[in-house]
């Protein structure tokens, strides 16, 4: 079973830079794809971004997509989230999550098997 924890979040202007990494432990990430997901007070978990086993493939949610950049680095069992240019419609809990699937990265919050405890990002104006 993987063990994932989020960490780098925090207060921020809007316009500022964030770093988000989900660090795993009792297993290795290399053999799953990984996804964010953020949920704001009252919504529904959403999906952020995805990226699969290799690195090779990334899938963006709209709303992020040219703000936020998502990397992983096997060799120490981490996966990143760049964000940029923030807003005040990014403020969340961001989740990090493991899917054992490992073909194209989903979307889908229900398809990814382990979950960290997420990281709260407030964005402010």
């Known amino acids: 079973q993987v063990h994932l924890v989020e960490s780098g979040g925090g207060l921020v202007q809007v316009g500022g830079s964030l770093r988000l990494s989900c660090a795993a432990s009792g297993g290795t990430i290399s053999n799953y794809a990984m996804g964010w997901f953020h949920q704001a007070p009252g919504k529904e978990r959403e999906f952020v971004s995805a990226i699969s086993w290799t690195g090779g493939n990334t899938y963006y949610a709209d709303s992020v997509k040219g703000r936020f950049t998502i990397s992983r680095d096997n060799a120490k069992n981490t996966v990143y989230l760049q964000m940029n240019s923030l807003k005040p419609e990014d403020t969340a809990v961001y989740y990090c999550?493991?899917?054992?699937?490992?073909?194209?990265?989903?979307?889908?919050?229900?398809?990814?098997?382990?979950w960290g405890q997420g990281t709260q990002v407030t964005v402010s104006s």
């Open positions: 999550a493991a899917d054992r699937d490992l073909g194209q990265p989903r979307p889908y919050s229900r398809v990814y098997d382990y």
